[in-house]
């Protein structure tokens, strides 16, 4: 069986039991979409970096800043040569998202534990309430990496250049049927559909039963025979607020090999709500022809 | 006083960091399902979609009380104790105490904030549901609005 373009990026339940007490290198980071799961038990030695609380900026839609992400590093006892293993709820879909931000810091030495919390308890091992803490380090981020993450204007030449986007949302809300639901309209779009010539794989096709990665050969069916990219594609995932959209970033950039995948965070909530900006509805056949 | 009212007082003398432990503790009262519901849970019935968790939550008024039928998931703490929080607040209670509740609860319990947008619309839904179902069932408009 063929490997990950990227196979470090990805570490295994037993590693991380192996590893869990090397805290001088190795910092587990656990990333929920429940903001009380890792208070209910937890990896001994993990940390909680939760994606509200601690990774999105309090006042305006953006990350929090580069002091700040030097705060919480160095509040975790993170260390700029620190491998940061991340792992989560919900197939890693949060654990994506925090690898994505560190790696806008520039954090060099970051991975999944494939499989995520659901491998972690199916498998037995053990969990633990005690929250640990480690002696400060002084940490150094870098500028934020832009060539992992697309902003709007960008998002419209690439369509208007007639590049490859992922739109990662159900099909219902690729087709347009969906933009919110009736109670909330704060929380959604104004316009319903998708970036036009989007193709639609919803995040979770990447992940097998037990949590764990697709192998590469059924990656490769899915997103290359089927969805017709090629590794040296630009391409622009995206997807409502642009959290399960790291998910796919994650497997096109690490588990295929492609050089030039950014996150549209900006997402539909962004999109669907612009003056302006074309917009396609209907089924993924239909407009994909 | 009614008992919401005691809730909202308790949430909103803590600090940030009080108000995740208390949730946490009202994540493990939730009171198991009756089994006469179990099988409504099963066939999907009472789902609250909104949710990013399968979470059941029926609400219904018996001789003139409010009853919340509930189950949701271990590995979803914080729906979880959101339930739970309304069992403690309406169970018992006559309609009346639902339809006069704040409409932002989450807001004045000062849960909103930790929680952010995404997890808001799961906890949000499940409130609405209660009182979409109690305004119905106890013969006042559909629409609280």
């Avoid at chain 1, 940490?139 to 992992?148: E, F, M, N, V």
């Avoid at chain 2, 939730?30 to 979470?55: F, I, K, N, T």
């Avoid at chain 2, 609860?105 to 930790?114: F, K, N, Q, T």
């Amino acid at each position: 069986m063929a490997t990950y373009a990227h196979p470090e990026v990805l570490v295994s339940t037993d590693w991380v039991a192996e590893h869990l007490n090397d805290i001088e290198h190795v910092r587990i980071v656990e990333s929920d979409e429940d903001v009380l799961l890792y208070e209910t038990g937890h990896i001994p030695n993990a940390v909680k970096i939760d994606w509200v609380q601690d990774l999105q900026d309090p006042v305006i839609r953006d990350y929090i800043s580069k002091e700040k992400f030097e705060e919480l590093c160095a509040s975790r006892g993170i260390a700029n040569d620190t491998l940061v293993v991340f792992y989560g709820d919900k197939n890693n879909w949060w654990a994506c998202y925090a690898f994505w931000v560190f790696k806008l810091f520039g954090h060099e030495k970051c991975a999944i534990m494939d499989g995520g919390r659901q491998k972690w308890i199916a498998e037995g091992r053990p969990l633990t309430r005690e929250r640990p803490s480690f002696p400060r380090t002084t940490y150094r981020a870098k500028d934020p990496d832009l060539s992992i993450r697309a902003f709007r204007d960008e998002v419209l030449a690439h369509v208007q250049a007639g590049k490859p986007l992922i739109d990662v949302r159900t099909p219902a809300e690729y087709r347009g049927e969906l933009v919110h639901m009736p109670d909330y309209p704060q929380e959604g779009a104004l316009r319903a559909g998708h970036i036009p010539g989007a193709k639609n794989v919803p995040w979770s096709m990447a992940v097998r039963e037990d949590g764990t990665f697709k192998p590469r050969e059924e990656l490769e069916r899915i997103y290359l025979q089927e969805k017709g990219l090629k590794p040296d594609d630009e391409v622009i995932t995206y997807c409502r607020i642009g959290e399960r959209s790291s998910h796919t970033w994650f497997v096109l950039k690490y588990l295929l090999g492609f050089e030039h995948v950014k996150n549209y965070d900006g997402s539909w909530t962004e999109w669907g709500n612009l003056v302006g900006v074309p917009i396609e509805k209907g089924d993924p056949e239909a407009t994909q022809s | 006083m009614r008992k919401l009212d005691a809730l909202l007082e308790l949430f909103q003398d803590l600090e940030p960091a009080e108000r995740l432990e208390l949730l946490l503790d009202f994540a493990e009262r939730l009171p198991p399902l009756p089994p006469e519901y179990v099988p409504l849970r099963d066939a999907g019935l009472g789902m609250v979609h909104e949710c990013q968790s399968p979470v059941f939550f029926l609400s219904e008024v018996q001789d003139g009380r409010v009853r919340i039928y509930a189950d949701v998931p271990r590995e979803a703490p914080t729906p979880r104790a959101f339930t739970a929080m309304l069992v403690e607040a309406f169970d018992g209670e006559p309609p009346e105490a639902v339809l006069e509740a704040p409409e932002e609860l989450l807001y004045r319990l000062g849960i909103a904030p930790l929680l952010g947008m995404q997890r808001l619309r799961g906890l949000t839904a499940i409130y609405q549901k209660l009182r979409r179902e109690v305004a119905e069932k106890a013969g006042f408009s559909a629409n609280p609005r």
